[in-house]
């Protein structure tokens, strides 16, 4: 039964990572159907593959394929372009003092610099490695088609490029286009369609924006208008400054629960962007189970005549055994506070960034009313007496108040690959091995399924984790770990 689990939770895993797969066989039969009812040749369905995705039919992923399907559909117009060479390529049209970004040069080889001057077809190019003398013939031209995020189109040349935007001399003046702005692009060397070049040294930032380092968000809310939905929640950004969420674990469970999360502070520069959010919690039926199995470590179970003392977590009992009988779930709250900054990295590979925040809940109030007073251990044997155990809540003074504090780290590697970490206080919280959190996930430890609650583990109100977050694609990615729930997965719907 536990193989099956944990096979059903790579299954999983498996089948939302290969959503942009290689292209199904039943899609390239339909391509080419509608190619040839087209009236388009076998070279000329090659040759617009390759000008448009840079691959052949065999090698576009699922997502481009339907692409296709749907421009063939609608009666797209596909030419054979002819093979261009050295000569055929286009030479720059526009060259200016002042411009500085990456050239690339018809000899194949690319400067990254600022021209200093033009004079008499002789271009003096200003490059980390010295200033050259080159003609302006061999330079390429290098055009662009952007579409940022409200859907507008700009053409033309492109005059400069920093790490945050690129300049564009269009058809009616320049433009300045926000990379964090952009939605699609497509950069012409020469003429031709670059799908193969990719500054690897140098990004923005990574492909993953984060709103949460494992189980603590940040700062920066959801995008708005989009839709996510991770392994213990869903949400939706309806601005770019409040989102809400809500646990749907706990829905299922008969607990409709409200997550709403405010951006009320943010500031953004090209080197570096800070916010601070407010976050709230509203859960209209709250599990007492799930209250006493998170703080199972700091309700005592003593046993008079021995003087022998247990914490539940400890004990062989579960959460629900000491509660009273028909006691109701109770309206739970929670707010917490949260400070981020994010800043371009000093050696150009994308960004860093910090989250500190903080947690208090209403869980403990009227705490003392759910329990028993007493519970029985009875004797498996007849020649062994019951044991009876005392309950009540610890009277240490760190677990007045529910609370937890967190510092949590991100950090690009590349622009699909982070490096995540997080250290924390939290007088709730226990280490659990992959099989416990399993049995929690699923709700085979008498708590709620979809949910991490279990009344087992190891007391450990000081700790930290760290991983890395690997970035599928723009929509997908998932993440690995070393603390619950040791895998995560994150899964988004822009402009949903």
Same mark, same amino acid.
């Given at each position: 039964?536990?193989?099956?689990?944990? !096979?059903?939770?790579?299954?999983?895993?498996?089948?939302?990572?290969?959503? %942009? $797969? +290689? &292209?199904?066989? =039943?899609?390239?039969?339909?391509?080419?159907?509608?190619?040839?009812?087209?009236?388009?040749?076998?070279?000329?369905?090659?040759?617009?593959?390759?000008?448009?995705?840079?691959?052949?039919?065999?090698?576009?992923?699922?997502?481009?394929?339907?692409?296709?399907?749907?421009?063939?559909?609608?009666?797209?117009?596909?030419?054979?372009?002819?093979?261009?060479?050295?000569?055929?390529?286009?030479?720059?049209? !526009?060259?200016?003092?002042?411009?500085?970004?990456?050239?690339?040069?018809? %000899? $194949? +080889? &690319?400067?990254? =610099?600022?021209?200093?001057?033009?004079?008499?077809?002789?271009?003096?190019?200003?490059?980390?490695?010295?200033?050259?003398?080159?003609?302006?013939?061999?330079?390429?031209?290098?055009?662009?088609?952007?579409?940022?995020?409200?859907?507008?189109?700009?053409?033309?040349?492109?005059?400069?490029?920093?790490?945050?935007?690129?300049?564009?001399?269009?058809?009616?003046?320049?433009?300045?286009?926000?990379?964090?702005?952009?939605?699609?692009?497509?950069?012409?060397?020469?003429?031709?369609? %670059?799908?193969?070049?990719?500054?690897?040294?140098?990004?923005?930032?990574?492909?993953a924006q984060l709103i949460h380092i494992f189980m603590d968000p940040t700062a920066f809310p959801l995008a708005g208008n989009t839709f996510y939905l991770s392994g213990l929640s869903v949400g939706y950004g309806l601005t770019d400054n409040f989102m809400v969420t809500t646990k749907f674990g706990s829905n299922f469970s008969g607990d409709l629960n409200f997550h709403p999360r405010m951006r009320f502070y943010h500031r953004k520069s090209a080197e570096k962007e800070v916010a601070a959010t407010l976050g709230f919690g509203l859960h209209r039926a709250y599990s007492i189970n799930s209250i006493i199995a998170k703080y199972s470590h700091a309700i005592t179970l003593t046993n008079q005549e021995s003087g022998y003392e247990k914490t539940l977590e400890e004990s062989e009992f579960n959460a629900g055994d000491i509660l009273k009988d028909k006691v109701d779930n109770i309206l739970y709250a929670e707010t917490y506070l949260v400070f981020s900054s994010r800043?371009?990295?000093?050696?150009?590979?994308?960004?860093?960034?910090?989250?500190?925040?903080?947690?208090?809940?209403?869980?403990?109030?009227?705490?003392?009313?759910?329990?028993?007073?007493?519970?029985?251990?009875?004797?498996?044997?007849?020649?062994?007496?019951?044991?009876?155990?005392?309950?009540?809540?610890?009277?240490?003074?760190?677990?007045?108040?529910?609370?937890?504090c967190w510092l949590s780290l991100e950090y690009d590697l590349r622009t699909n690959l982070k490096f995540v970490g997080s250290a924390w206080i939290d007088n709730g919280y226990k280490t659990l091995k992959l099989s416990q959190t399993v049995d929690d996930y699923f709700g085979l430890d008498d708590s709620p399924s979809f949910s991490l609650d279990s009344p087992r583990g190891d007391a450990s109100m000081i700790d930290f984790d760290f991983g890395m977050l690997y970035a599928v694609n723009d929509n997908f990615r998932v993440g690995i770990h070393f603390q619950q729930p040791y895998i995560d997965f994150y899964w988004e719907f822009f402009e949903f």
């Amino acid at each position: 039964m536990r193989l099956n689990r944990y !096979l059903a939770l790579v299954f999983l895993t498996a089948s939302l990572m290969a959503q %942009d $797969g +290689t &292209i199904l066989p =039943g899609q390239r039969s339909a391509i080419l159907s509608l190619a040839q009812s087209n009236g388009y040749s076998t070279k000329d369905l090659e040759s617009y593959l390759t000008e448009s995705y840079g691959k052949q039919i065999n090698n576009l992923t699922r997502t481009e394929g339907a692409e296709v399907i749907r421009a063939l559909q609608a009666g797209i117009e596909v030419r054979r372009a002819p093979a261009n060479t050295n000569k055929d390529l286009e030479t720059a049209s !526009l060259l200016e003092p002042g411009m500085k970004k990456l050239f690339h040069l018809r %000899d $194949g +080889t &690319i400067r990254d =610099g600022e021209i200093l001057s033009v004079e008499d077809d002789l271009v003096v190019l200003k490059t980390a490695s010295g200033t050259f003398n080159i003609p302006s013939d061999q330079f390429l031209s290098e055009t662009a088609d952007i579409t940022n995020k409200k859907g507008e189109l700009f053409k033309g040349v492109v005059l400069g490029e920093t790490v945050e935007e690129f300049i564009i001399r269009t058809a009616f003046g320049d433009a300045i286009v926000q990379k964090r702005d952009i939605r699609t692009m497509k950069r012409y060397h020469g003429g031709v369609l %670059d799908r193969q070049y990719e500054e690897k040294r140098k990004f923005y930032q990574g492909a993953a924006q984060l709103i949460h380092i494992f189980m603590d968000p940040t700062a920066f809310p959801l995008a708005g208008n989009t839709f996510y939905l991770s392994g213990l929640s869903v949400g939706y950004g309806l601005t770019d400054n409040f989102m809400v969420t809500t646990k749907f674990g706990s829905n299922f469970s008969g607990d409709l629960n409200f997550h709403p999360r405010m951006r009320f502070y943010h500031r953004k520069s090209a080197e570096k962007e800070v916010a601070a959010t407010l976050g709230f919690g509203l859960h209209r039926a709250y599990s007492i189970n799930s209250i006493i199995a998170k703080y199972s470590h700091a309700i005592t179970l003593t046993n008079q005549e021995s003087g022998y003392e247990k914490t539940l977590e400890e004990s062989e009992f579960n959460a629900g055994d000491i509660l009273k009988d028909k006691v109701d779930n109770i309206l739970y709250a929670e707010t917490y506070l949260v400070f981020s900054s994010r800043s371009v990295n000093p050696t150009g590979r994308g960004k860093m960034g910090w989250s500190a925040g903080a947690k208090v809940s209403n869980a403990f109030m009227n705490r003392d009313t759910w329990r028993k007073d007493e519970i029985t251990l009875y004797a498996q044997e007849t020649a062994d007496a019951d044991s009876i155990f005392d309950i009540s809540w610890s009277g240490e003074g760190k677990y007045k108040v529910p609370f937890r504090c967190w510092l949590s780290l991100e950090y690009d590697l590349r622009t699909n690959l982070k490096f995540v970490g997080s250290a924390w206080i939290d007088n709730g919280y226990k280490t659990l091995k992959l099989s416990q959190t399993v049995d929690d996930y699923f709700g085979l430890d008498d708590s709620p399924s979809f949910s991490l609650d279990s009344p087992r583990g190891d007391a450990s109100m000081i700790d930290f984790d760290f991983g890395m977050l690997y970035a599928v694609n723009d929509n997908f990615r998932v993440g690995i770990h070393f603390q619950q729930p040791y895998i995560d997965f994150y899964w988004e719907f822009f402009e949903f």
